[in-house]
């Protein structure tokens, strides 16, 4: 009779896939043999990708396993969440709990305000030999299916202090210090540690990363300049405003940039393959004024004052992959930026953009006004762009002026109304000409578009704004 010890490894592997995270310790302790058989797909599944908080526990575990002579290899992404020890008043169910609470929130402070963090990051980081990803996030990842459906992946450590003390650790929302600091602490530490990973992403829905988190002073450079020159892959959940700057020329002009610490980081940044922007939606004329600049085709140095009140606009040019999302802007502004970068440019991503003529914040038309479709003139100028050359497109839950964009199903006038579209190659032509006739706008009754007009009569859905939840988060 076939035994664990017996059957092939591929079935034992299959075996192991329905046990949950503890019945799977438990059948690796089982014996050396079975352990030995799992050791590669365990370490694998558990070690390849591992999130770790700013609390001297976490960060302990994180050297631990960077020390360690197989996981230390196994370990490729590495992501800090924002984790923190709640100030408000909390209940927590007895006086061991509260005491281990108040404890672990004092220590944290200390450990934030002595920069300890930073060098345990440091010297976590220098261990690691095969490190590709390092981020940051704000939310828990619940695709952890071994373990049920309402399991997540989780911050190590974060379990332990909800299981003594019954109260979870939540995410920090202050986008103005914690946030920007923790992005800027993760490239010291990598640069610190003399690494270079090709990819740094930003992760966030419960606010952005603010503009000065980019900010990078001449003494700070040095240390993070090999990061950024070997930077391929960037995500960004960030904004671009404008703020508590006003330069005035003469007294009466102000100056506009949006963005601006963000456009110096870029200049670091030559290398880039594949760039990622998710902006806020509220922040129209900050978005649209940042876009503008991007699209801006490249100077040398030497065309510009040596103090100029605006970076230089950047090159980038080795970008194939560009993602947008979640931003309202102008037609034209994303059609610039796609016609600068049309020459390398391999795929695109337009993901819950939202287009208005408006510099204001989109409102549903004016019942006097017949509309158009924007987003159709928007793929019969991408399909007459002869320089680019997609190879991928995705474009899905897409606004206009506050309305729901939607496409009809192929060859199917009675399907409901789908809203993604996602397509590789070969005929990306026909594929454009395709979205040129399937795109709708879902407009109120009473106003009519005079390009959809078979679509006169439906409803208007109103836009929920406080939907974050990002399709392209990669898991």
Request: hydrophobic share 40%; charged share 25%; with cysteine.
């Amino acid at each position: 009779m076939a035994s664990l010890l017996t059957i092939p490894l591929e079935l034992l592997i299959a075996v192991s896939s329905f046990l949950s995270t503890p019945d799977l310790g438990a059948l690796r302790l089982t014996c050396k043999q079975v352990e030995k058989s799992l050791y590669e797909w365990f370490s694998k599944e558990f070690f390849t990708k591992k999130q770790f908080m700013l609390t001297e526990e976490s960060l302990r575990v994180f050297i631990d396993i960077s020390k360690h002579v197989s996981f230390s290899k196994k370990l490729t992404h590495v992501i800090i969440a924002t984790n923190v020890y709640d100030d408000l008043p909390v209940h927590l169910r007895d006086s061991d709990a509260a005491a281990r609470w108040v404890t672990g929130r004092r220590d944290q402070k200390t450990l934030l305000s002595t920069g300890v963090d930073l060098e345990m990051l440091t010297e976590a980081f220098q261990n690691l030999e095969n490190i590709q990803t390092v981020g940051i996030r704000d939310f828990n990842n619940h695709k952890r299916i071994r373990d049920g459906p309402s399991a997540s992946w989780s911050s190590w450590g974060a379990t332990t202090v909800h299981n003594e003390t019954g109260n979870r650790l939540g995410f920090s929302r202050d986008q103005n210090i914690f946030v920007p600091r923790l992005f800027q602490i993760l490239l010291r530490a990598v640069g610190k540690a003399k690494q270079a990973p090709p990819e740094v992403e930003v992760l966030l829905r419960h606010g952005f990363l603010n503009d000065t988190a980019f900010h990078l002073p001449n003494f700070l450079q040095p240390t993070v300049k090999a990061v950024l020159q070997n930077l391929k892959k960037l995500i960004l959940t960030n904004a671009v405003s404008v703020e508590s700057v006003a330069v005035y020329i003469n007294g009466s002009s102000e100056v506009r940039c949006a963005g601006y610490f963000l456009r110096q980081f870029l200049g670091h940044t030559p290398n880039l393959t594949h760039l990622r922007f998710n902006l806020p939606r509220h922040e129209v004329s900050e978005n649209t004024n940042f876009l503008q600049w991007l699209s801006k085709p490249a100077v040398s140095q030497g065309t510009l004052p040596t103090a100029s009140l605006e970076p230089a606009p950047v090159t980038l040019a080795y970008l194939t992959s560009l993602e947008l999302g979640q931003f309202h802007t102008k037609p034209d502004t994303i059609l610039d930026v796609v016609a600068k970068f049309s020459t390398t440019l391999q795929e695109l991503s337009l993901w819950k953009l939202s287009l208005s003529e408006s510099d204001v914040s989109p409102l549903t038309h004016s019942p006097l006004y017949p509309k158009s479709n924007l987003w159709i003139k928007v793929f019969a100028k991408l399909a007459g762009m002869q320089q680019l050359q997609l190879n991928h497109l995705k474009v899905g839950q897409l606004q206009q002026d506050g309305l729901h964009v939607n496409f009809k199903a192929a060859g199917r006038d009675d399907a409901p109304l789908e809203t993604v579209r996602d397509y590789t190659r070969p005929k990306m032509d026909s594929f454009l000409k395709e979205l040129i006739d399937e795109t709708v706008v879902k407009w109120p009754e009473h106003v009519s578009s005079d390009e959809d007009m078979e679509d006169d009569g439906e409803d208007g859905e109103e836009v929920d704004e406080d939907d974050d939840d990002d399709e392209n988060d990669e898991e």
